[in-house]
């Protein structure tokens, strides 16, 4: 399960696509592919060269100086011209069609820069460094640009080129766990999961031992999501101004972290509601108060239901003799929402468990347990009109 989780190349792509629609990375992607053109384009050159090339044809004294004049103005305008066009592409969606299609050929581009594919979005440097890569953008934008009649684009060669966004030199260490991850992460949550249960089962004082286990998790969760939170304050201005501004710094930040910081906020949610449970279910003298509450007032309901003739009858019988069965069965299947759905949220969690408890407390109103009374000859039987509940 955990090798699919990291190696889904649809689901990464749908968590970094969003990335083409925000100005901030539009603004970085313009900046950095026109510092690529005017490295391998000299845009004043070539407009010297086309004024020569009509001064040569033979214009007079007043016009050539007049050409010569203007050759800043005209260069700096085919420049301004070219940034244009490329600010438009890029905040075009076909930018973000060109974005996604090379996250996608990447084949995740987790997966690619963990491995070090040469074809991924996002390139790692034994050095540590991380990079986008602009050779697929930089193509398409030479197109855009000779479509509408910039010739001179087609001057722009095939352009290798990685910017250069982050320098971590634990970058080696991270590929390093990530590929140990992908090996053991099939089976080392369910290795977790049942040393969890172990530890609690073979306790002798198992409420408590829940409640310690899942209170130490919720815990470790909350020093993962404090790590992070003060990791998004210490990251960016560790790499701004250069290589990336503050503003797509902390978006590749929370961009990369997101998923993470999502499941890891559900998981602190779901250990605290366990925690509650065992406490609720222990021995303990505040639980025993509140619980004796609940079931007095399931019997208060089902005594003003019984009054109106609502009653479950043999239903209610049935059911209370599977009520341990029953109760297994819904948190089992609550524990199956949890467990098998991705990505876990925080919603999902809170409402998978807000039914669970709606259910058993219907369960506990529907049930009903046969009242005992004795018969004449000294035994016992059920009276048709008395409920003990």
Same mark, same amino acid.
């Given at each position: ?28 992607? *313009? ?27 033979? *214009? ?82 030479? *197109?855009?640009?000779? !479509? ?26 991270? !590929? ?22 172990? $530890? ?28 992070? $939170? ?160």
């Amino acid at each position: 399960m955990g090798k699919v989780k990291l190696a889904d190349t649809t689901r990464f792509v749908a968590n970094f696509a969003p990335l083409a629609q925000d100005p901030a990375f539009q603004d970085f992607i *313009t900046d950095k592919t026109m510092d690529v053109i005017n490295e391998h384009v000299d845009i004043k050159r070539l407009t010297a060269e086309g004024v020569d090339g009509i001064t040569n044809l033979g *214009t007079g004294p007043a016009a050539t100086k007049a050409l010569k004049t203007f050759e800043g103005p005209i260069a700096a305008g085919l420049e301004s011209l070219i940034e244009s066009r490329v600010s438009a592409f890029v905040a075009f969606p076909d930018f973000a069609a060109v974005w996604s299609t090379a996250l996608h050929v990447s084949h995740a581009q987790f997966i690619a820069a963990m491995s070090n594919n040469p074809k991924a979005a996002v390139a790692l440097g034994s050095d540590g460094s991380i990079g986008i890569q602009l050779a697929p953008i930089i193509e398409v934008v030479k *197109t855009t640009l000779v !479509q509408h009649g910039i010739a001179f684009a087609s001057q722009i060669p095939a352009i290798d080129r990685t910017i250069t966004v982050a320098q971590v030199d634990a970058v080696p260490t991270i !590929q390093l766990g990530y590929n140990l991850a992908l090996a053991a992460g099939s089976w080392l949550p369910w290795v977790a999961v049942l040393f969890f249960a172990a $530890g609690v089962l073979v306790a002798r004082r198992r409420s408590m031992a829940l409640v310690w286990a899942a209170l130490l998790l919720a815990l470790a969760l909350a020093a993962i999501l404090a790590a992070a $939170g003060i990791g998004g304050i210490l990251f960016p201005p560790s790499v701004s101004p250069a290589p990336l501004s503050a503003d797509v710094a902390s978006l590749l930040f929370s961009t990369t972290l997101g998923t993470l910081l999502a499941i890891s906020k559900a998981v602190l949610v779901l250990a605290v509601a366990v925690a509650i449970v065992g406490w609720f279910s222990g021995p303990f003298r505040g639980p025993r108060k509140w619980r004796g509450l609940f079931v007095s007032g399931v019997v208060w309901i089902r005594e003003r239901a019984a009054n109106h003739g609502i009653a479950t009858g043999r239903v209610g019988e049935w059911i209370y003799s599977l009520r341990a069965l029953v109760r297994a069965v819904v948190a089992i299947a609550a524990a199956s929402v949890i467990v098998f759905t991705w990505p876990l949220t925080v919603g999902l969690v809170v409402w998978t468990l807000l039914i669970a408890v709606v259910m058993i407390a219907i369960l506990e109103l529907v049930q009903k347990r046969p009242s005992l009374s004795k018969d004449t000859s000294g035994g016992l039987k059920a009276p048709a009109n008395t409920e003990v509940p």
